[in-house]
Structure formats: C-alpha cells, structure tokens
C-alpha cells in the first residue's frame, strides 16, 4: 500500500512559503519543535530538487532531543540528477533516496550512487519523475509514512496524482507580497474552482504566534 502522505508547511497569510528571494525563515520556535516530531514520527520525508537546491537542508531530526536512528529516509524528486554531490542532503546523518528520469545523465548517477552507502537512486518517468511509481517503491521498501515539505511544485504534483492524505500548514502572522513568491501550491493549478482538491478540517490550534490548521484530503 502506498505510503499515508502529510503535506505540511509553514506559510504566510498570503500563502506565501517563501519569498521573491527565497528567503522561507516563516514560523516561529514552536513550530520548528512541531515540525522536527513530526519528522521523528514518520518514515520518510521527501522535497523537490527546487529546495535542496535553494536551501541545502538537513532534513534531519535537530530541534528535539534525538538519536540517528530517528531521522526519516530523505526523498528528492531530482528528474536530472542535478543534487550537488557537497550538498547536506548527502550525508552520512541519515539515508537518501535520489528519484531520477531518463533525463539523468548516467555519470552523475553513477556519482550518486558512489558518494555513500547512504545514498540510493532510483530512476523512474522520462522527463520527470513519475511519483505514483516512486510510492510503490517506497511502500516495497517498507516505507508506510511519508511527510511532503514542498515546494510547491511538487506538492501541486503530488496533489494532482492523488497522492496526498492530509495538508498540515502553520500559519504566520505574515504577509510576504510579491507575484514571483512561492505559494503553498503552484504548478498549472485548476482552471475551475469546482476542480479544486477538496479539504476537510479536521482540527486547528494555536501555536506561539501562529495557527496551525490541519485537513483532511476528500478523494472522489
Ligand atoms: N515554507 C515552507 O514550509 C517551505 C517548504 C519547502 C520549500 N519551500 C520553498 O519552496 C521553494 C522551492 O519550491 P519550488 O516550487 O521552486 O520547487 P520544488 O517543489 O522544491 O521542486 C520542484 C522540482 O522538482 C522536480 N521534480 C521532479 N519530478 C517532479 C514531479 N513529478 N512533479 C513536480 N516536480 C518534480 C522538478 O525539477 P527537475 O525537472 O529538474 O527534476 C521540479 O521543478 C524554495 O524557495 C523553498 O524555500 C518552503
């Protein structure tokens, strides 16, 4: 079966979960406490090539008291293989997963695998990653949770193919502006409101400053 999906991020009130620059520091001490049990809590926990890049995160468990064996396998939708081999995504706190296309160059594969025994690839679609294969393959390898971190290309991908449970944002008392800032889902969208994914709330909740409201996704 394949993994339970929780989309979570923090955004503005605009929905913003970045800004023109790429500056994404949005929620406060709280949150980050919230977000790091949650990733001890789940097996995995997968982001786009976009915000490796952009970002060079950990993705480890680091805000609470843990141990290494609490950090989740690390999942990048990387269609052309282009993770830089320094990048902190790579090493050697936990295990990661490369999801890469035909469009990959073999070398740079080749130069993935070789980095570590931490580092796994796996090639799926032709231009892009294709996601409902890569859950599969997570669920054969035992992966029964999945937290998606953005950005918000794929979480508007992993939406669109029906692969998500539950959205999870916390909400800062912020407001970013700006055309070109990120939203918490962009890719094409819907064109009509009645095709929009369809939530449920299940509960919401005060945190610090912030609003934290989680949904249920209504597949139909
Ligand atoms: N506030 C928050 O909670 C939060 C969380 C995460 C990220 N962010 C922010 O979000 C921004 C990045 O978002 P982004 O939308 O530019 O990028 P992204 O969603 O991180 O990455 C998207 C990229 O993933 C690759 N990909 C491979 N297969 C895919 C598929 N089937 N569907 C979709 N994407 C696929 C594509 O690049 P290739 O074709 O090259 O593979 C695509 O362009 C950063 O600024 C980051 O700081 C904020």
New binding site residues.
Partial sequence: MEPYVIL????TLDGK??TRT?S?E??GPEDLIRVHQLRKDLDSIM??????L??DPRLTVHKIPSQKSDNPLRVV????A?TPLNYRILNDEAPTLI???Q?APRDKINELINKGKNVDVILT?E?????TILMDELAQRGIRTLML??????????LQ?GLVDEVRVCVAPLIAGGVDA?TLV??YGVDLMRDAFKLELVKKYELGKDLVLEYKVINF
């Fill in positions: 979570n991020a923090a955004m979960i970045a790429g994404s949005i929620s982001i786009g090539i976009n915000t490796v952009k970002d939708t990387d269609s052309k282009r999801a890469v296309s469009k679609g231009k892009r990653v294709n996601l971190e953005g950005g918000s290309t794929l979480n508007f991908s992993m193919e990120k962009d890719g």
